[in-house]
Structures are given as C-alpha cells and as structure tokens.
C-alpha cells in the first residue's frame, strides 16, 4: 500500500509542470464562463442553464479524457516509459497510480467548472432558486460516471496509440450525444461514453419528480468486468517482458 501512495506521488510530482494541470483548471473554467456569458443574454430558465452545462460535461469528458491520458502517456514516452519498465512498481500498479490521479484530477476539473457555474448562477446572474445540494449531486454523477474511461483511454494509448485513443474519444462523444435523446433509452446503462451526461440528466429528472432509467448494478459489473480484463492484459504483459529479460 505505501509503494503504491509513493506511485501516486510521484505521478503527482510528475505532472505538476506540463500541460495537464492547466487542461484540468482552464477547460471547465473556460466552459464555465462562456455559459455564463451566453446566459446572461439568453435569459432562459436556471434549470434550463444547469441541463444545458452539464450535458455539454458530460458530452466533452470522453474526448477530454482521451486527450489527458494521452499527455500523460505521452510524457511516458519522452522518458522511454521508465516508470513500467524499470520501476519497483511492475506494470500493474504503476498504470493504476496513474489512473488513480488523473481520476482525482478529473473530479477536481468537474468541481471546479460546476463550482464556478453555481457561483456564478447565484451571484452574477441572480438565479439562486436551485439548491447547492443539486449542483452537488450533479458533479458527483458526472465525474463518478467518467472513472471508467481513464483506465480504457490509458490502456488504447499504451496498446495503440494516441490516435487511436482521441478517435475514439470523439466517437465517444458523438455516441453520448445520440444516447442522450430517445436512441439511448434501454441502452445506455450498457455503454460508459454516456454514463456522465445520462447521471446527470436522470438526477435532474429526478429533482423534477420525473421517473429516472438508472440500471442497478449493471454500472460496477461492467467497470469491474473492465478493470479485470486491462489488469489481466497488464499482467500477461508483465510477464512477457520479464521472461524476455531473463532470456537476454
């Protein structure tokens, strides 16, 4: 356990001056001012503003996180990926340290795009008529809804490449915003791209004392199902170079 804090750590130490701090700081507070603005003159109701917000959350995340986990990759790839092959980690919890933070870092981006969204709803625009707890509710479901996707896009970056990762990250986007509509009825809890937009579409369906479509346990067998398989991948790969290592 404490190798594995030590693993986080250092991802943390390793990321603190490139790109990905600012991706996670500067898109939501970017999305967050610019719907502010359009707000300001559009006057449509809050409720209306927050749906709109975070679907436009939840329709970005799948493209976002292929582009986080591809600079994370990519600065594995500028230290000829060090950390897997010749850290006392092994391969396994050196790519799970790794997803670990950038599944934090994803939750503090969504705190802080929902958080200034909130702030701004209530004290620049004057719409506080929504309760905190509902912003609250909805960033939990948007962020608790992307966790599977670091470990896919982080796992297609290392088997294939980073084009392949952010290819599939804009079909993912592209399919969340059909599965949003009637299409995805009955569907949706079967395909992690839509997770984050449709958690936040059903709690706020909820909050209007509408009927919800939230799958029980379908969401943690298909992310173990997941999680097991790219472990698995990573184990069989470990393998393969350690028996390489031991033939040279």
Known sequence: MRQFVRLCIGECYKTKHTIIPALHIGIPLVGSVALLLYH?????????????????????????????????????????????????????RSFWAKCLVLQIAGGASVVIGMGSFALGESYLLGNADLPSILYMEIAAGLWL????????????????SQSVSMGIGVIQSVLAALLITGLGE???????????????????????????DFGRGIFGLISISVCAIISLWFQYRGELAAASAHAE
Not at 52 to 59: A, P, V, W
Not at 60 to 81: D, T
């Open 40 to 92: 300001h003159f559009s006057k449509v109701e809050t409720m209306v503003q927050l749906s709109t917000f975070s679907q436009l959350i939840g329709l970005a995340f799948p493209f976002i996180v292929s582009l986080v986990c591809a600079c994370q990759i990519a600065l594995e790839e500028g230290n000829h990926f060090q950390t897997f092959l010749g850290g006392s980690g092994g391969w396994l």
């Open 145 to 160: 809804g992307s966790l599977i996707q670091y470990p896919i896009h982080l796992f297609l970056n290392l088997r294939f």
């Open 186 to 212: 009955g569907i949706w809890q079967f395909l992690p791209c839509s997770w984050s937009i449709r958690f936040s579409a059903e709690i706020l369906k909820r909050f209007l004392g509408l009927g919800t």
